[in-house]
């Protein structure tokens, strides 16, 4: 149980363009999912908490306007990443919080390459 | 604020010996404690919590951490290391007491096992 999801694994664009990335929990409802990026042999930073039906929360130095997150059902969130420029290249990865004393299950993590 | 440390950004030890991962952490009240692994190119994968109880927890893969509050120490431990544990470890630390979901992450340490 709690297997999370993302989609794309991989994804190569150009500058200019919009993104989106998808995390799914499928079998368990998620009122809280989490966006954190990580740089290569470096730790997860968090990116943002998006909750179920309400606007996300953006960590300090991330844009809201150019990663959207979208948190419409129990089981989804999706960031976009929009206007996209090579700094933005990175590893996203998602979690979604079980109700568990706020453990969260990962996603196996997306890599955005930028060119 | 919580934080976390892992002092080691890098642990090598022999198969077969004991391993040991060392993390400390800062947070008001009771503090809830992960340990979480990525292997390339991957999300993190859970292995074991503390929250409440016994100061030993056992979790997958045959690793144990021990709290120890004085100390304000979560360690990971593992008696005899496989080449196949050569991964990314993350420590990570919430707040109790209705702190939120929200989770600090340690910088993360590498561990090589060397056959």
């Known amino acids: 149980g709690a297997v999370v999801s993302q989609h794309p694994s991989r994804v190569i664009c150009k500058s200019g363009t919009s993104v989106k990335i998808e995390c799914r929990s499928l079998?368990?409802?998620?009122?809280?999912m989490f966006w954190y990026r990580q740089f290569p042999k470096q730790s997860l930073m968090l990116m943002a908490t998006?909750?179920?039906?309400?606007?996300?929360?953006?960590e300090q130095g991330v844009e809201k306007d150019k990663f959207l997150i979208n948190h419409a059902s129990l089981t989804l969130s999706t960031l976009t990443v929009t206007s996209a420029h090579p700094e933005d290249s990175s590893f996203y990865i998602c979690?979604?919080?079980?109700?568990?004393?706020?453990?969260?299950?990962f996603g196996p993590g997306t890599r955005l390459t930028v060119t | 604020a919580q934080s976390v440390a892992q002092p080691e950004d890098q642990v090598n030890v022999a198969e077969g010996n004991p391993l040991t991962v060392k993390c400390t952490y800062s947070?008001?009240?009771?503090?809830?404690l992960f340990w979480y692994v990525q292997y390339p190119n991957r999300g993190l994968q859970f292995l074991l919590k503390?929250?409440?109880?016994?100061?030993l927890v056992k979790g997958s893969y045959g690793f144990e951490a021990e709290f120890n509050k004085s100390q304000t120490s979560f360690h990971l431990k593992k008696p005899s290391a496989l080449v196949s544990d050569s991964a990314l470890y993350f420590c990570?630390?919430?707040?109790?007491?209705?702190?939120?979901?929200?989770?600090?992450f340690g910088g993360g340490t590498r561990l090589m096992v060397k056959p």
């Open positions: 979690s979604a919080a079980g109700t568990s004393y706020g453990e969260q299950y």
């Open positions: 079998d368990f409802q998620a009122t809280t």
């Open positions: 998006s909750n179920e039906g309400s606007k996300a929360t953006y």
């Open positions: 947070v008001s009240g009771n503090p809830y």
């Open positions: 503390y929250i409440t109880g016994d100061n």
């Open positions: 990570a630390v919430r707040g109790g007491n209705n702190a939120g979901n929200m989770l600090t």
